[in-house]
């Protein structure tokens, strides 16, 4: 069986994880919220170099990062920090964060969201990323703001 769940717990086969591309990033959501009773969202974010969001914070989700490739920077309490491969970051919801790769290579961050709805905000994005000539962002920043996503300096 490649995708199992029964409301109690979940397993999700590498090639049934949901794909999609957006703001860059390739994101692989390994758990959405159909996995987990809507409680988490797990999912790899791979940034190419430069890529990042622009600082935001999140009024539903608390978020958890895992560096597990790459040379990371992480935006907190108002000032940027490079870390090393194996750093855990947690960032609760309402404190306005970022990440950004600072490396000349891809940067691979596993995130966990709680609870979840993250996945249906960047399937959402991700359908904008695909349209001809690229995103609206103005739509972007429509759909951010109906999930509880914001980016003060915007």
């Known amino acids: 069986m490649s ?4 409301g109690a717990g979940a397993i999700v086969l590498p090639e049934k994880a949901e794909k999609v ?15 987990t009773g809507g409680k988490y969202t797990l999912f ?3 940034a190419p170099p430069g890529g990042g969001p622009p600082p935001h914070y999140h009024q539903n ?16 309490e108002g000032k940027w920090t490079e870390v090393p491969v194996g750093t ?5 919801r309402g404190t306005i964060h970022s990440f950004k790769n ?5 940067l691979k961050l596993l995130i966990q969201t709680s609870p979840s709805g993250f996945e249906t905000f960047m ?6 990323f695909t349209k001809p000539g690229g995103p609206d962002m103005k739509r972007i920043l ?4 109906e999930h509880g996503i914001h980016f003060p300096q915007v």
């Open 123 to 128: 399937t959402r994005c991700a359908a904008e």
């Open 88 to 92: 855990a970051v947690f960032m609760p």
């Open 142 to 145: 429509e759909i951010s703001a």
């Open 21 to 35: 591309f957006a703001f860059g990033d390739h994101i692989t959501f390994h758990l959405t919220g159909k996995d």
């Open 61 to 76: 989700e608390d978020e958890l990062f895992h560096v597990t490739e790459g040379r990371a920077s992480f935006f907190y």
């Open 3 to 6: 995708h199992q769940t029964n």
């Open 102 to 106: 600072v490396g000349e290579t891809p």
């Open 44 to 46: 790899t974010d791979i």
